[in-house]
């Protein structure tokens, strides 16, 4: 296990269109945080889980975002009917626990056309 | 206002000379990070800290709590260190990050 995995690295796709990304935290950690950050701005907080439990949801993630963890290893992210708003590099980071060190995943990056 | 403030927002440099971006915060902080973001999107993290100064390699991060704000110095740039450079703090209530605005380094050969 070298770090967070997160898949796929880039998405295309059009409006209207449902996508899921994927993240695979480091096996140990059982916090798994997922942010999102548009061209020229810091990451914005989406939502956060420890081991499969969704504690804090941004008020970012409206009604067409949702995040699971059912089993407290990987995460996805589903956005439904797409728009173009959406398109921005989506990252997941994960943590061992509070006040320890974040790993970042690579991200996935989404185009909606 | 963001909790979080970092300067300079784009920062170019010749190759070889010392780098200081800074970072200030308003909310209270159980540590305080810097990340490196390459283009393309990964983040990589830097540094951890709640108190004093860390040390890795031609990086330097310091903090002063009773000042809220923390600096990142790079010592000797090298091209290879261009990057999106973020400043980041844990609070102490709350499970998420508070992230400055990156700051763009360029290093020129």
Redesign the interface.
């Known amino acids: 296990d070298t770090g967070v995995s997160q898949d796929p690295r880039h998405k295309i796709t059009k409006r209207g269109q449902n996508v899921t990304f994927r993240c695979d935290p480091i096996s140990e950690h059982n916090?798994l945080?997922w942010?999102r950050?548009t061209l020229?701005?810091?990451?914005?907080?989406l939502t956060?889980f420890?081991n499969e439990a969704q504690?804090?949801k941004?008020r970012l993630l409206s009604d067409r975002f949702s995040a699971e963890r059912p089993k407290g290893s990987f995460s996805t992210l589903e956005i439904q009917r797409t728009e173009q708003g959406d398109s921005a590099?989506y990252?997941c980071?994960s943590s061992l626990a509070?006040?320890y060190?974040?790993?970042?995943?690579?991200?996935t990056?989404l185009t909606v056309v | 206002k963001n909790e979080?403030e970092q300067s300079p927002q784009n920062l170019t440099a010749q190759e070889g000379e010392f780098i200081t971006i800074n970072c200030s915060y308003s909310v209270g902080i159980?540590?305080l990070?810097w990340?490196q973001q390459h283009p393309?999107?990964?983040?990589?993290?830097l540094f951890?800290l709640?108190s004093g100064k860390k040390k890795h390699g031609r990086l330097i991060a310091t903090i002063n709590i009773q000042e809220k704000h923390s600096s990142l110095h790079i010592t000797a740039s090298h091209p290879r260190d261009s990057a999106v450079y973020?400043c980041?703090a844990?609070p102490n209530t709350?499970?998420?990050?508070y992230?400055?605005?990156?700051t763009s380094l360029t290093v020129i050969p």
């Open positions: 916090r945080y942010y950050q020229g701005q810091g990451p914005e907080f956060y420890q504690l804090e941004s590099m990252l980071a509070a006040n060190g974040y790993t970042f995943g690579s991200g990056r | 979080v159980s540590a990070h990340l393309g999107g990964g983040i990589v993290s951890m709640s973020i980041a844990s709350g499970n998420q990050f992230f400055g605005t990156g």
